[in-house]
């Protein structure tokens, strides 16, 4: 193992927890733990959120169109919260709503969610901040927030005039305090349309029909970095380079790194190989002309997710150590592939500065 | 190679000289007539080729020379160039400037009321429709395989869009542009052709 450039990303990691402002504990809680959702039917009917041009005007309106345009060019927050070339909507199509697609409708519905892990009540902006820390690899927005109350107002004006027009309820999204939306859709005490609460219980609006990534059948031979590495220059290489590193279109990644220092990093969802093929499967080739089979999103999963990337921001200087508490899953973190060096003990600085 | 050199003797009595950023490679003469001689296009003759890469025009040349690209014009054109030959043209054509344009980004507006530009940077995702810039890069400035649409002749991106309809145009990776041009409607086209060639 490379001491000197551990060292290195352990104090990058450790300078980016430091920043005052910035509530984070000390351990960083798992926020990009599995999501359980049912698997794909065909009949299902999906909830379908207003059109943009039905965003009101307005302060509320305001943030609301806030929120999506910082969720599709997250980019203008590179340097301060943002520390790789994506935007959320590479992950999240369709700016959030494309089902199948972890849509922020479905998302926002599920918070405030319980989690076992860490004995503790995770808010809407809590989760938000897992993907920033994470998928972003940079260091997230503040609780309370301008960021987090744009990102949770968009969210929810999603998720509100969706139900409002799935039950025919008439008007304008009512609209909430700041403090309000940034907790999320499922308490109790969350303002719902007498309609609304008369279709579905809280926990039926926690599993909105399209949440999260389907989950795809388990592959008949185990996954495979060689074989999807023939996949990978079949149907992935035309958009994404020969390297996985894009292309920058006049400065913009629109078509984004799927590894190496400008991707989501080593503690994101999408490092997962199981996570990963149901987000290929679903959605990959970008367009979808073709659909891959099961055992090709597998295996090109398995390919993507074998390369290096942004360290895991919890490593404090063991990859082995970190690796036990936290990689206990379908994923290459700890391991060497084809003889390599373990991944992790090189891996590309968290939150590095733009310039 | 034979039929290039005809091609150029041909060529030099109608092409006024200019001073070019990179040289023209003899070969890259008969080109002009149609696409211009610094491939700035020749309504209707041919399109543009400034602001396309090396890459994009390598390809489309064996396209046409391989029938999947098809045009009266164009496909003898292409067979003039063989091999080696194709790159030096690629690349001088791939030179050649274009007007700068202040780029738009996805995400800088929130709300379109017109539904081309709806189109051009959000898509149309309930018909399986990514915003065309996703690909085509902000504006439609293009890069690396992704043609550039910005500047464009209008007349000539709608023919492209109606020849993968017709199933004459095709050799894209996994159908990507084919299946979604297939998805637009006629209205559609004309409208996003003209909103394309306006960008300038």
Not at chain 1, 98 to 111: G, I, Q
Not at chain 1, 156 to 180: I, K
Not at chain 2, 45 to 60: F, N
Not at chain 2, 143 to 169: D, E, N, V
């Amino acid at each position: 193992m490379n001491h000197v450039k551990s060292l290195r990303s352990a104090l990058i990691a450790l300078v980016g927890l430091c920043v005052p402002s910035l509530v984070i504990a000390a351990e960083l809680p798992d926020k990009q733990a599995e999501l359980q959702v049912k698997p794909k039917s065909e009949d299902t009917v999906y909830l379908n959120p207003r059109e943009m041009s039905a965003i009101p005007q307005g302060a509320f309106g305001d943030k609301v169109r806030q929120g999506y345009q910082l969720f599709v060019n997250t980019q203008q927050l590179r340097g301060k919260y943002v520390g790789n070339e994506l935007n959320c909507s590479n992950c999240h199509m369709d700016a959030g709503r494309k089902p199948n697609a972890s849509p922020l409708w479905a998302a926002y519905m599920a918070y405030p969610a319980y989690r076992k892990k860490n004995d503790k009540v995770n808010s809407f902006q809590d989760r938000i901040q897992g993907c920033f820390t994470y998928s972003m690899n940079g260091q997230a927005p503040a609780n309370g927030s301008e960021e987090l109350v744009a990102l949770s107002a968009y969210s929810y004006w999603l998720a509100m005039s969706g139900l409002m027009d799935q039950y025919q309820v008439a008007g304008e999204v009512p609209e909430l305090s700041d403090a309000e939306l940034l907790k999320g859709g499922k308490r109790e005490d969350f303002a719902l349309p007498a309609a609304v609460k008369a279709a579905m219980n809280i926990d039926e609006l926690a599993k909105l029909p399209g949440r999260g990534f389907p989950p795809i059948d388990k592959p008949e031979l185990a996954y495979s970095p060689e074989r999807g590495a023939t996949v990978y220059q079949a149907h992935c290489q035309a958009c994404h380079g020969d390297d996985g590193q894009g292309l920058a279109i006049a400065g913009v990644y629109s078509l984004p790194p799927l590894w190496g220092p400008q991707s989501f990093n080593w503690g994101a969802g999408m490092h997962r190989v199981n996570t990963a093929a149901n987000f290929i499967y679903e959605n990959m080739p970008f367009g979808k002309s073709i659909q891959l089979t099961n055992q090709q999103a597998w295996d090109v999963a398995a390919y993507i997710n074998s390369k290096d990337r942004p360290q895991d921001p919890r490593f404090k200087g063991d990859v082995e150590a970190l690796q036990k508490q936290y990689h206990n899953h379908q994923g290459y973190y700890g391991q060497s592939v084809n003889g390599g060096a373990v991944l992790g003990s090189q891996s590309y600085p968290v939150n590095p500065d733009k310039k | 190679m034979r039929s290039i050199t005809l091609g150029s003797a041909l060529l030099l009595l109608s092409m006024p000289l200019l001073a070019e950023p990179m040289a023209m490679p003899p070969s890259a003469q008969l080109c002009g007539t149609c696409h211009g001689p610094t491939g700035q296009g020749v309504e209707p003759l041919g399109p543009r080729l400034a602001g396309l890469s090396t890459e994009y025009i390598t390809q489309q040349i064996k396209l046409f020379q391989t029938g999947q690209r098809q045009n009266v014009s164009m496909t003898p054109m292409s067979m003039v160039l063989q091999g080696d030959a194709i790159k030096p043209v690629a690349d001088y054509f791939a030179s050649q400037e274009v007007p700068e344009v202040t780029v738009h980004l996805r995400g800088e507006a929130a709300v379109y009321s017109d539904p081309t530009q709806e189109l051009v940077y959000q898509g149309d995702w309930d018909r399986m429709i990514p915003a065309c810039v996703t690909c085509h890069g902000p504006s439609g400035v293009g890069g690396g395989q992704f043609p550039r649409l910005a500047g464009q002749q209008a007349s000539y991106i709608k023919t492209q869009l109606l020849a993968w309809q017709a199933g004459t145009r095709k050799g894209d990776v996994d159908a990507m542009m084919g299946s979604i041009a297939n998805k637009l409607t006629a209205d559609e086209i004309d409208a996003l052709a003209k909103y394309f060639a306006e960008i300038k």
